[in-house]
């Protein structure tokens, strides 16, 4: 430990650098003792942990990881969407990651497809989980307010020349909505 005008520095494990002591992060999981890391190093080595992980279980370790803290963790942004109103992972995935990435490979999961509950008012669970497309995914929100059936109907109105404003008053949604399903950005695969 070397200290110069009164800043206490302290030498990173990893990379050696020198740092103020409030720069470091202290590693808490040795056992005997504790290992000092600058931020930098600590986060660097977290980061590959994660991505080795991921590549690990081909993805899946990164859909259950963002699952658990939409559901558990208070601070994450979608909370309130999950966690705070009862949506739940069941005690078998929660309890052994190892059973949720045999059901995900043996239930359809490829790269590029999200995890996606049927009934949005129930916890993930084998029963009420399937992989979707993004777009199969967002149309299944409690949100949404078209159904292919409506679009079916606003793709006959725009043709026969309905205003974008008139359609998107008659099905209560947002005019830009409209005109996305006029370019064809949004429910693109939609009969």
């Known amino acids: 430990m070397i200290t110069t005008n009164e800043t206490e520095l302290r030498k990173c494990n990893l990379c050696g650098g ?3 002591l409030s720069e470091y992060h202290k590693d808490r999981t040795l056992r005997g003792g504790h290992r000092y ?3 930098r190093c600590a986060k660097e080595a977290t980061r590959r942990s994660y991505h080795s992980k991921n590549a690990d279980t081909n993805g899946l370790y990164g859909v259950f990881a963002s699952m658990k803290k939409r559901c558990y963790n208070r601070n994450h942004i979608s909370y309130s969407r999950y966690g705070g109103r009862g949506i739940t992972i069941c005690d078998g995935w929660l309890q052994a990651p190892e059973s ?3 059901w995900a490979l043996a239930n359809g999961y490829r790269r590029g497809l999200q ?3 049927i009934d949005n008012d129930r916890g993930y669970a084998p029963e009420n989980c399937r992989f979707a497309s993004p777009s199969t995914n967002i149309r299944n929100r409690s949100c949404t307010k078209l159904t292919a059936d ?3 109907q606003i793709r006959r109105l725009l043709a026969s020349g309905f205003p974008q404003r008139t359609i998107a008053r008659i099905f209560g949604t947002h005019c830009s909505t409209i005109c996305n399903i006029n370019r ?3 429910w693109r695969d939609a009969p």
């Open 18 to 20: 020198e740092w103020p």
């Open 115 to 117: 995890i996606d509950r």
């Open 184 to 186: 064809g950005t949004v």
């Open 100 to 102: 949720f990435f045999s």
């Open 37 to 39: 890391t600058c931020k």
């Open 150 to 152: 409506d679009v079916l």
